[in-house]
């Protein structure tokens, strides 16, 4: 069965470190990809995506990614976080085929100690 | 700019009573998601409508109903709230299906 997985369940870091979170699927075919962040009490918001071509992505808030086809992996990075960066971070993967739903992970939990 | 609109924002439920949770989205957006969202486990797909007039189930469909009243709303409807149906509830939608979704704020519902 597809299958979104990350491994880091609960990161805490102090500010300026950087930051790498880890996310995998598992399917051969086509993706699209997402990454999502949840602040405290807030809904989700996209940070970035990747549909096609190069294959490293920049979104919102210094926020990058890298897709690995070869690794099936789709890493967050951030190279000095700030306190506000503290919330739960998503990764989600649409899988080509029959169903055109996304699949989320379980999330991970960040927290940046000022 | 409303986005995608969820009511109510919290509910608290007796096991055994009915509820509808109220989604609508001013972004013209095709497909529209409910998601439940439990500790441990992220986001889980309930249903899902594609367009205006269809609905599938998702990942964790039991005890659930869907109706896709026009292109702005999908509603959610719980007909005998169970314990195991507190959690807190996102509605979602999204241009089409290979497009980024946008939520809204959730509800917070607990059954008791």
């Known amino acids: 069965a597809q299958s979104v997985s990350q491994h880091n369940h609960h990161v805490i870091l102090s500010e300026a470190a950087s930051l790498e979170l880890g996310c995998n699927y598992s399917y051969g075919g086509t993706v699209n990809l997402f990454w999502y962040v949840q602040y405290p009490g807030q809904h989700l918001q996209l940070l970035l995506k990747?549909?096609?071509?190069?294959?490293l992505v920049k979104g919102i808030k210094g926020f990058e990614a890298e897709f690995i086809k070869s690794k099936f992996s789709f890493n967050l990075r951030k190279p000095s976080v700030q306190w506000s960066d503290t919330a739960e971070y998503f990764c989600a993967v649409l899988f080509s085929g029959g169903y055109q739903k996304v699949t989320f992970g379980i999330g991970t939990k960040l927290q940046v100690i000022p | 700019n409303a986005g995608v609109t969820q009511t109510p924002k919290f509910q608290v439920l007796k096991t055994g009573q009915s509820m509808t949770l109220q989604c609508a989205q001013d972004?013209?957006?095709?497909?529209m998601y409910w998601y439940r969202q439990d500790p441990g486990m992220g986001l889980r797909l309930i249903y899902y409508s594609a367009s205006e007039g269809t609905t599938d189930k998702g990942e964790v469909p039991n005890g659930y109903n869907v109706s896709r009243l026009n292109k702005r709303e999908f509603s959610l409807r719980l007909e005998s709230a169970a314990p195991s149906q507190t959690s807190v509830y996102f509605c979602?939608?999204?241009?089409?299906?290979?497009?980024?979704?946008?939520f809204g704020q959730g509800t917070r519902l607990t059954v008791v």
């Open positions: 979602a939608s999204s241009e089409r299906d290979r497009s980024e979704a946008f």
């Open positions: 972004m013209n957006h095709n497909s």
């Open positions: 990747y549909f096609s071509g190069d294959p």
